[in-house]
């Protein structure tokens, strides 16, 4: 069972245009809703999470949106920079964010054309 | 402050044989993950562990197993070895109360 579909599985955008990346999941259980973001030879870093009770959270030039009745929530970044070039997983979990058992989207390969 | 830290970084095992892998969590965190990265099948979760007790499993087999000691370090085993477990084994930890969980670099093995 695919319990978490993330789109596009690529993506190329040139400076200065907005990145957005979708995660759809099945499991209503889940409470805790993070991007994560990962670079060559290196793990993934926690880049920004939201609850299910707002439906927005901006951190800087990062967005999610999250839409809890079509079981979705994506990632905008805005003004995307070479910089931001790298892998981005969507990571949905159960227990608010207290429980380590994630499950990981396939990623999404960002490249930003300078 | 001392990230998450795995070792070793690079490890080459043959057929059949087992390894084990050690991550030291940040300091405080009792909460302690390892994940499966492979280009086919993405990012998998292994087992979690919060002071010393398995507190989640995934689908794996039970060759693979772990611990975590009372200083919250863990250890991951990986017993009878195939070519499949060639992977990128990331720990993450956390406090465990809903503030994110951090990864380390991972160990790259390499089964042959």
């Known amino acids: 069972q695919q319990q978490v579909k993330q789109s596009p599985q690529s993506l190329i955008v040139q400076k200065g245009g907005i990145s957005i990346i979708n995660c759809a999941y099945e499991?209503?259980?889940?409470?805790?809703f993070p991007w994560y973001q990962q670079f060559p030879g290196k793990g993934p870093a926690l880049l920004i999470a939201?609850?299910?009770?707002?439906s927005e959270k901006k951190e800087g030039r990062f967005t999610i949106s999250f839409n809890k009745s079509a079981k979705q929530f994506s990632l905008h970044i805005m003004d995307s920079q070479p910089g931001d070039s790298a892998t981005y997983f969507c990571?949905?979990?159960?227990?608010?964010?207290?429980?380590?058992?994630?499950?990981f989207g396939k990623g999404t390969k960002l490249s930003v054309k300078p | 402050k001392a990230g998450v830290t795995q070792t070793p970084r690079y490890l080459i095992k043959t057929r059949g044989q087992q390894v084990t892998l050690s991550c030291s969590p940040i300091s405080g965190h009792r909460s302690v993950s390892w994940y499966q990265q492979t280009p086919g099948q993405g990012l998998q979760f292994l087992f979690e562990?919060?002071?010393?007790?398995?507190?989640n499993k995934g689908n794996f087999p039970g060759r693979f197993s772990g611990r975590q000691f009372s200083n919250s370090r863990s250890e991951m085993n990986v017993s009878t070895l195939e070519l499949g477990d060639s992977a990128l084994y990331l720990c993450?930890?956390?406090?465990?109360?809903?503030?994110?969980?951090?990864f380390g670099s991972g160990t790259r093995l390499t089964v042959v």
């Open positions: 939201i609850r299910p009770d707002v």
């Open positions: 562990y919060f002071s010393e007790t398995q507190r």
């Open positions: 990571a949905p979990g159960a227990g608010g964010g207290s429980q380590g058992n994630l499950i």
């Open positions: 499991n209503t259980a889940f409470d805790y």
């Open positions: 993450a930890s956390s406090f465990s109360r809903g503030d994110g969980y951090t």
